[in-house]
């Protein structure tokens, strides 16, 4: 076999060597990989020739029986240089290439689309509604991120009535462009790498009058060549000469699956109220929408500043814009047909009677109200409200220093209202001999007036009591007759600190039973407002 040793690059060990394969010498390279015998070597052609059908690009390496998926440290690097003879003798002699064990997963073979189309079973039958000789019009929706476009189809037909339509929508940001879908024969359909060649296509499938277009027109267009067994998706830009065409890849999306549990379907006409779009309501209200809550109020007076980066769950396209109005736009990222309110409110802030009043308005609207502010101020209107208008409550509040947290659910006439739920807690608090954890550091906090000082945690303590507080808020409006959560309190540890024992050292809190929720009218006051209205409204048998 001649072998010879050297160092390859970055200081790898390999082998050059050759093998007799019908009376042909061909030079061949083993590589040790830095991290060999845990990870495979490779064997590629020294002279930088395509040796096999078996081989990653023209000149790379050689694909054998010992792969990365099937790698064993036991096997060594002479039995790669068998596997490797066997491989290019066994085609040499028979003329055919080797049976092939080799699979390329989707993700695989579109690593280098920079265009990407995104189709799935769904999609397909949606195309297969155009009969056959004709076209539909369309509209796709595209983003770009990250160096790369990926696009999918919204709707084929009118806009104002489509014969299929996208439900899962691409979310905020995403462009649209004008689209043709164009229906072939059954095999009618060849791939298209020049304009001219799509004209061409166009022409003989009984299309001209489309091709003439395609090359006259000055703005952008896709066209979706669609044969029952074939796609391809090229787009047409430019101008006079400098028309072009470029293609998309298409991409086969993964099989439509339901992942949640059907009870679920219950979240998408829910309304949830979010007060508070810090570190743990934006994780909160992130997670509701990806669990399918069809429509959100979001209260928040701040601006997100550069240091609430650590752990919100905006990022720095957010830094200088409301919380709230910038929380929308991340929900829409997430889910495209949500419906958001956004309030920039300052809740028991210095706001006008009137805008207090909308916004607590909003709030009482919803469905179940999530209080994540860890104000004072705060959590005694949202208690109101939720009293009230008998609301279900969600609250929560991270405890400095990463110790940990507690999440609360309060249910009208199941638990007791929020204000009595919260002296409860700071008498179980008492009773296991620690005071309320609450040293200011968990309060809002500004700059310009220097109240509060910052939580010290950082974004994975913060995430555990933000999901938490959305488990409970998805079991309130998912199983609202069948909790899973026997109790309505719960103080969780990430830390061997305060009370707790270890990290997920969680307690349990009793709430004991409900008290009364509801305007209940105060001794006397119907009395009272009879006389407010007489003294308003005289009547005409009224002296005077």
């Not at 200081?11 to 061909?26: K, M, N």
């Not at 014969?163 to 359909?189: D, F, M, N, Q, Y």
């Not at 752990?311 to 929308?328: F, S, T």
């Not at 945690?457 to 309130?476: E, P």
């Amino acid at each position: 076999m001649n072998i010879v040793w050297r160092f390859a690059a970055n200081f790898q060990i390999a082998a050059d060597f050759d093998i007799e394969v019908g009376g042909q010498t061909i030079p061949l390279t083993l590589v040790y990989p830095e991290f060999f015998p845990d990870a495979t070597p490779s064997i590629l052609p020294r002279d930088g020739v395509r040796l096999s059908g078996h081989q990653y690009g023209d000149a790379g390496e050689l694909c054998l029986e010992h792969r990365p998926d099937n790698w064993t440290p036991d096997v060594t690097g002479a039995m790669m240089m068998e596997s490797a003879y066997r491989l290019l003798s066994s085609e040499q002699q028979t003329g055919i290439a080797a049976p092939s064990e080799h699979r390329t997963l989707p993700a695989q073979r579109s690593r280098r689309a920079i265009l990407r189309f995104l189709y799935s079973q769904r999609v397909w039958a949606g195309l297969s509604r155009v009969e056959i000789g004709q076209t539909a019009e369309a509209e796709i929706q595209e983003h770009d991120y990250g160096g790369f476009f990926a696009a999918q189809l919204s709707y084929i037909g009118a806009a104002d009535a489509p014969i299929w339509t996208e439900e899962r929508k691409r979310g905020h940001g995403a462009r649209t462009l004008r689209t043709l879908v164009v229906r072939l024969p059954g095999g009618a359909s060849k791939r298209c790498e020049t304009l001219g060649e799509l004209i061409s296509l166009l022409d003989a499938s009984g299309f001209g009058q489309i091709a003439s277009a395609l090359s006259s027109e000055a703005d952008s267009v896709v066209v979706i060549i669609f044969d029952g067994l074939n796609l391809q998706v090229p787009i047409v830009l430019g101008q006079g000469e400098s028309r072009t065409l470029l293609n998309y890849d298409p991409v086969l999306t993964e099989l439509d699956a339901e992942r949640l549990d059907p009870r679920y379907v219950r979240l998408r006409k829910s309304k949830v109220a979010v007060v508070g779009c810090g570190s743990v309501g934006s994780k909160v209200a992130v997670h509701l929408a990806r669990s399918g809550v069809g429509s959100f109020v979001l209260v928040d007076g701040d601006v997100l500043a550069p240091g609430n980066l650590v752990r919100n769950e905006l990022d720095w396209r957010a830094v200088g814009i409301h919380k709230a109005p910038a929380l929308a736009v991340r929900l829409k990222e997430v889910s495209a047909n949500c419906a958001v309110v956004k309030r920039t409110t300052v809740m028991g802030g210095q706001e006008s009677g009137g805008t207090l009043s909308a916004a607590m308005h909003d709030i009482s609207e919803c469905d179940l109200i999530i209080d994540a502010t860890a104000d004072a101020t705060t959590f005694n209107l949202c208690a109101a409200i939720a009293r009230r208008s008998k609301k279900p409550m969600c609250w929560a509040q991270v405890f400095g220093g990463g110790a940990g947290g507690i999440v609360v659910r309060l249910r009208p006439e199941i638990d007791p209202t929020p204000l009595t739920a919260r002296q409860r807690i700071e008498g179980w608090y008492a009773h296991h001999g620690v005071q309320w954890p609450d040293d200011g550091s968990s309060q809002p906090y500004a700059e310009t007036t220097g109240v509060g000082t910052p939580l010290i945690a950082d974004d994975a303590d913060v995430s555990v009591i933000a999901a938490h507080l959305s488990r409970f808020a998805i079991d309130l409006i998912a199983r609202p007759e069948a909790t899973i959560f026997p109790y309505s309190a719960y103080v969780i540890g990430l830390s061997e600190r305060w009370l707790f024992t270890a990290p997920f050292d969680v307690h349990p809190v009793d709430l004991g039973e409900s008290d009364a929720w509801g305007a209940e009218p105060e001794a006397g006051a119907g009395d009272a407002l009879k006389q407010l209205l007489a003294d308003l409204f005289p009547g005409k048998t009224d002296a005077g």
